[in-house]
């Protein structure tokens, strides 16, 4: 296991086995307002801890859910606010116009419900899915819905898979990383391509003024 991500780990479950269910809360409220405290160390130390009868799993559950729930309506929230203007003003010294925001705000229109939810369900995407949709200012009900149908999903899975594993949850992390690196991956991959084919785009101009 990563030498710098052991420390975490081991202070996470400190938490969890110290404060019990408010740990848990506020863990999966960090992670889902976009400070990435891994969820799978949260639940499956939460699940670990109800296999021992220090916690209940339904109430280590229940805190998951509530916390992820708390959590994604200040990342929402600020997404809302903020992310457009921030997006409207700096977006041009990454590419970014507000033409593109506008087109992302269409297919949040279309696309949004099924992408809150799903996205729910994905290591790395999940942490910072809400800050889109407050951008495209995805209706709060709408968004609130469809994140608690994904939420409940994947922290009572994790919790009820830690109550399986019971001592060995720490092994089972390690099932987690590929999954990461692949989403990972592929998300700079779209990135890179976005970016050098948006900076392809922005170049055309200018040579064609040139050439005239």
């Known amino acids: 296991m990563d030498a710098l991500v052991e420390p975490l780990i081991t202070l996470m479950e400190r938490w969890v086995e110290d404060y019990g269910y408010a740990a848990i809360f506020l863990l999966m409220l960090l992670?889902?307002?976009?400070?990435p405290f891994p969820s799978e160390v949260t639940m499956l130390a939460g699940g670990f801890y109800a296999a021992e009868g220090s916690l209940d799993l339904f109430w280590v559950g229940a805190a998951g859910v509530l916390g992820n729930m708390v959590g994604s309506w200040?990342?929402?929230a600020i997404g809302r606010k903020t992310g457009r203007a921030v997006l409207d003003r700096y977006g041009r010294f990454v590419l970014i116009?507000?033409?593109d925001v506008d087109r992302a705000e269409v297919w949040w229109e279309r696309h949004?419900?099924?992408a809150t939810f799903?996205?729910?369900?994905l290591p790395?995407?999940?942490t910072f899915i809400s800050l889109p949709a407050g951008i495209a200012r995805m209706p709060l009900g709408k968004?609130?819905?469809y994140t608690f149908l994904g939420v409940v999903p994947w922290t009572y899975g994790l919790a009820y898979l830690g109550v399986v594993v019971g001592e060995n949850w720490e092994r089972v992390l390690a099932y987690f990383d590929?999954?990461?690196?692949?989403?990972?991956?592929?998300?700079?991959?779209?990135?890179g391509i976005w970016y050098l084919r948006r900076r392809k785009q922005s170049k055309a101009p200018a040579e064609t003024k040139v050439a005239d």
């Open 31 to 35: 992670e889902s307002a976009l400070i």
């Open 74 to 76: 200040i990342a929402y």
């Open 97 to 99: 116009r507000s033409h």
């Open 112 to 114: 949004g419900e099924a």
């Open 118 to 121: 799903f996205s729910r369900l």
């Open 124 to 126: 790395v995407i999940r």
């Open 143 to 145: 968004f609130s819905i």
């Open 178 to 191: 590929l999954p990461t690196l692949l989403i990972a991956g592929a998300l700079i991959v779209i990135v």
